[in-house]
């Protein structure tokens, strides 16, 4: 028996048939991410059900001297789930493993395997009369383990963090084939090293989630949503400073929408925002428990007209109209992807820096890469903007990628806000981040994944 054929006969025993992929159109799903810009070509997939059997599967890639790409929902925009293009990496998917274990309304957490789509695992939420307040778009589709591993952030990150905020514990399945099981329930374990910040975020290099207990809070019983239109970001920031003081800790998202994104989502999703035409737009929600949020958000709109901060605006008067006001937001990255070709930045920068960020990084575009158009949106509450620039054949994305990160670089911003490296950013992170934080990223690499085995060429380069 060949190497190859050898392996595959030694998952198969392990799995059975039926969870390991190996023909050309079933693979076609596990081998590009979405947007179809990293098509790669795995030796197989396969579909565990258990943690024990992913550390098997471990075990076995590691004796073959094989790398295993591990993924989840494969909705991430870097590129960091798939397998490269040499046909001998394994992916594992964790989608068998979906279930959810506990749900505690009173502890306030929730327990899930890794392959658990995020939705579900927010509906089971819903129905214990709690809310897990992780909201992205992809979230029909993305799972608990890609979330985790991503440290993914969405539209809710201004109220309570990232992922790496809510997680209280996790399983994982290291690069030797061990299981490290740290499905804590606790607010508080300041006993030891907290290892498993290692593994929030890291993208599957450092090793494998296999179930996640996350953190809940309770559900606002009413919310309140409201779009409306600035003449530029440093007068959504304005409007930011109103909605801190009328809202304070009730806002819940303050996201940025440009123009030429409210048209994209117009030619393509066919939606149309309720109010006159602008330059900017900013979708503000609050939520909370207890009553008075609509007065507050009336003081805040009329405050807004009143100091010229709001050309116009809207408050929802029902929840339908609300989820209309947030098509439009969701609606961005696919009416985008309709549009064109786009060359991708998840940039921040210091929150008060956003406008001056993009005025300059606009500028520099213009002088640059003269004849590409930005579509900027994105989570002004983080000073996370989503930096997407339209491009033609003629433009090459390094040197657009280049042109916006000087700027960012020159702000102290960060190439990748919530997105992550994946494979997209792994020369753009070994340019701008120091050498001595590189080697510190490296020496964790090397002490948990010395063969480099696990999601090779992923975040640091193979
Ligand atoms: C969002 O905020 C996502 O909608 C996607 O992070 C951003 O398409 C993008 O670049
Ligand atoms: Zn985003």
Not at 81 to 110: E, H, W, Y
């Amino acid at each position: 028996m060949t190497n190859a054929t050898d392996l595959l006969h030694r998952l198969t025993s392990l799995l059975g048939p039926a969870a390991v992929i190996t023909e050309g159109a079933d693979l076609e799903p596990y081998a590009v991410d979405w947007r179809r810009l990293f098509p790669g070509k795995p030796a197989c997939v396969v579909r565990p059900s258990n943690a024990q059997q992913v550390a098997r599967i471990v075990q076995i890639c590691r004796e073959a001297g094989v790398a295993i790409v591990p993924q989840g929902g494969n909705t991430g925009l870097a590129g960091g789930a798939v397998p490269d293009a040499t046909g001998t990496q394994v992916v594992l998917s964790l989608n068998r493993m979906a279930a959810i274990r506990s749900v505690d309304p009173v502890g306030l957490t929730i327990e899930a395997e890794a392959g658990c789509i995020l939705k579900i695992a927010q509906d089971a939420a819903a129905a214990a009369g709690r809310l897990l307040p992780i909201s992205l778009a992809a979230e029909g589709s993305a799972t608990i383990g890609g979330v985790v591993a991503a440290n993914a952030g969405g539209v809710n990150v201004l109220r309570y963090g990232m992922t790496r905020s809510l997680v209280l514990g996790l399983e994982v399945v290291l690069p030797d084939g061990t299981i490290a099981h740290g499905l804590r329930k606790l607010r508080k374990d300041n006993a030891g090293y907290d290892w498993k910040q290692l593994f929030i975020g890291s993208e599957g290099t450092l090793g494998i989630v296999t179930a996640a207990v996350l953190r809940l809070v309770p559900r606002p019983k009413h919310s309140v949503t409201a779009l409306l239109s600035v003449a530029d970001p440093a007068a959504a920031l304005r409007l930011l400073e109103l909605a801190q003081d009328e809202l304070g800790d009730q806002i819940s998202a303050f996201e940025l929408i440009s123009a030429t994104s409210m048209q994209l989502v117009a030619r393509h999703a066919g939606l149309k925002a309720p109010i006159a035409e602008g330059e900017w737009f900013v979708l503000i929600e609050a939520a909370s428990s207890l009553a008075g949020l609509r007065e507050a958000a009336e003081t805040m709109l009329g405050a807004a007209f009143e100091q010229e901060i709001a050309l116009d605006g809207v408050i929802a008067e029902s929840g339908a109209q609300a989820s209309q006001l947030w098509a439009l937001r969701e609606h961005v990255t696919e009416s985008e992807a309709r549009e064109g070709k786009s060359v991708k930045h998840d940039v921040s920068v210091p929150l008060t820096e956003v406008p001056r960020f993009l005025i300059e990084a606009g500028e520099a575009l213009a002088a640059g890469a003269p004849g590409t158009r930005v579509n900027a949106f994105g989570h002004l509450g983080d000073g996370n903007i989503h930096y997407n620039v339209l491009v033609d054949a003629n433009h090459d994305a390094a040197h657009v990628n280049r042109i916006v990160h000087d700027v960012v670089a020159a702000f102290g911003g960060s190439i990748s806000a919530e997105h992550g490296i994946g494979q997209y950013r792994v020369g753009e992170l070994a340019r701008y981040r120091a050498a001595p934080e590189m080697e510190l990223a490296r020496t964790i690499k090397r002490a948990l994944d010395p063969d480099n085995r696990l999601n090779p060429g992923k975040v640091l380069s193979a």
